[in-house]
């Protein structure tokens, strides 16, 4: 295979709707892998689809397992594979499939809002800076000129941009050495495993981001479960297969004491609660749903209730970012032209 990263997560959620809804019609895996490749042999600028449709196809035709073909793909992530060995182990790999589809929809939902959550300040903030590196390094050496030709100079604030002006003009390539810097480890941030896992360290510890990164975590963590749970896993296996899931080093903590604390004789509820992964309220649900059987609908109806609360936190941040931001450079830019022009008003009230 050409390709050697892992799928997107709608790219997950994608060819795991579409699997399951073959998986439901009564198509064996096999014959659904042959559907999908001539759907995407029909659609245009699809070579990597067909490529991967083709690998899975070659492996099932050999008579290896579904799960087997996925992993002999390396496109697919091992709780994909794992949740799929499960539901092929069950006898509900179309139920699976679904469970499957519906978590990585919600997990791109999740990427998609934190992602608009930043894009606009990050936006803003560059708009800012281009703003003040054009006033102190163009516009006030010209002001500069005015104020030698009435024999006086800047001083004050304004001079010290000016020099700070200078100082941009005269060392501009270390200066834009620095943004390409900046630009390549944004990429390797949000491009890369290792950078998303530092990424994701340092959010979970910032004092600003870490409650919506906790939020976040709980959300997965939920959701993971009851799809976990409702493929017929236990709770000691939902547990290790959700901590894998979870890419948070806190919340892995969490869960392995969870995990203990059942080990040692409470019940789930009480583990949660415990182990500080769900609040009491949430826990106590978590106790209904097993006395229930419905333990898995709790899982999602859980994890619903963090997605609103997240996506509640997004806008309230953003409601308060964005004005903030215009009210900064307002100040900036004021502050800026004000250091100048009153000066000069000064020097020219003088002269009249």
Do not use: W
């Amino acid at each position: 295979m050409k390709k050697e990263k892992l799928l997107t997560n709608a790219e997950i959620a994608s060819f795991c709707g579409q699997t399951a809804m073959l998986f439901q019609a009564g198509i064996a895996p096999e014959e659904s892998m042959s559907i999908l490749l001539k759907d995407t042999e029909n659609a245009k600028g699809t070579d990597a689809g067909k490529e991967i449709l083709s690998k899975i196809l070659e492996v099932c035709r050999q008579g290896e397992s579904f799960h087997d073909a996925l992993a002999a793909t390396g496109l697919f992530p091992d709780y994909v594979l794992n949740m799929i060995a499960l539901g092929e182990e069950s006898g509900n790999l179309d139920d699976c499939m679904l469970s499957l589809a519906a978590y990585y929809e919600k997990e791109q939902a999740i990427s998609d809002n934190v992602k608009s959550a930043v894009t606009y300040p990050l936006i803003m903030i560059a708009m800012m800076l281009v703003v003040i590196f054009v006033l102190v390094s163009r516009v006030l050496p010209i002001f500069n000129q005015v104020f030698v030709e009435l024999g006086s100079e800047m001083t004050g604030f304004a001079g010290t941009l000016l020099a700070l002006g200078n100082s941009i003009n005269r060392y501009s390539m270390v200066f834009l050495i620095l943004l390409v810097l900046l630009g390549a480890l944004y990429v390797a941030a949000t491009r890369t495993r290792f950078g998303r896992r530092k990424a994701s360290r340092f959010l979970a510890s910032f004092p600003l981001t870490r409650g919506f990164q906790e939020k976040i975590a709980c959300q997965r963590f939920a959701s993971g479960m009851a799809m976990a749970l409702s493929s017929g896993m236990d709770t000691f296996a939902s547990l290790d297969m959700v901590s894998l899931l979870v890419d948070n080093e806190q919340m892995q903590t969490k869960i392995a004491a969870c995990r203990k604390a059942i080990q040692e004789g409470e019940n789930l509820a009480d583990a949660l609660t415990g182990a500080d992964i769900f609040s009491n309220l949430y826990s106590r649900m978590v106790a209904v749903g097993f006395r229930s059987g419905n333990i898995d609908a709790v899982m999602h109806k859980i994890a619903d209730n963090y997605e609103r609360e997240t996506d509640r936190k997004i806008q309230s941040i953003l409601s308060i970012l964005e004005p903030t931001l215009v009210i900064i450079l307002s100040l900036i830019v004021g502050m800026i032209l004000l250091s100048v022009i009153l000066p000069l008003m000064g020097i020219m009230a003088s002269i009249g």
